[in-house]
């Protein structure tokens, strides 16, 4: 039941963002636009109920393997370039956003990996599912804000500074910095009440600390080093490939074969 509906869920919503981002970018009339948007909203609405059905289906939190936490990675994202879209009009953060959502909605109907209903015993715990959320929420704003960073940089090079890109990338990188500590926090009691100790400089421990020291530096560089414009927005960008290998990178380092957190690939 699970494959029927990945088979037929996944192609639908992606048939609907490849629509709906064509015409709300290429329409010039707003009517048009909002066809499109509506488009965009049916396919996130296709995946939220996919992923409640997968709740009460596997009768846990979906959360545990990457192809569960790529589907949330797929509702997130979109939800993060609405916001942008609505609150500072960058209207390029809704096709960036859902082209983002639909490489990770792909990726999952090729290898789905959600198929055991189990739980391990370090997972049942009541930090389980706000820590991964919240996590989720940190990556999927944080990724847009790499994106602000190129092309800020791009803009730069050309000789074509935006200090109001600046500001936006600033302002992202604030909530995505403040979801990302309490995810480091969150985890920290996770640990204590499954193995013991709040650190324990497990593999993927480590890459979350180097992660959220990198968004810590941009912005340090941005608060103190206002002249340092381009080095910051290096770092943000660099960041954002640390954030990847904590992610699911870090599953493929021979010094994950022995963490704790195995659970997670």
Known sequence: MIIFNFKIIFPVVLTLWFIGAFVFHLSKTRKAQNFGLSLLYIGLIYLIGLLVFLWV?????????????????????????????????????????????????????????????ALMPALQSVWFVPHVIVYMFAYSILSVSMLIAIKYLVLAYLGK?????AITADNVVYVGFAFLSFGLIFGAFWAKKAWGNYWTWDPKETWSFITWLFYLLYIHLRYNHREHEKLAMWVLALAFIFLLICWFGINYLPSAQTSVHTYST
């Open 57 to 117: 289906n596997l009768q846990r939190p979906p959360l545990r393997t990457l192809g569960e936490t790529r589907l949330w990675y797929a509702i997130l994202v979109p939800v993060v370039g609405f916001v942008l879209y609505y609150r500072w009009k960058m209207k390029w953060a809704i096709g960036y956003s859902i082209f983002l959502a639909s490489i990770f909605a792909f990726i999952d109907y090729l290898k789905p990996e959600n198929f055991d209903k």
């Open 161 to 165: 500074s935006d200090e109001k890109l």
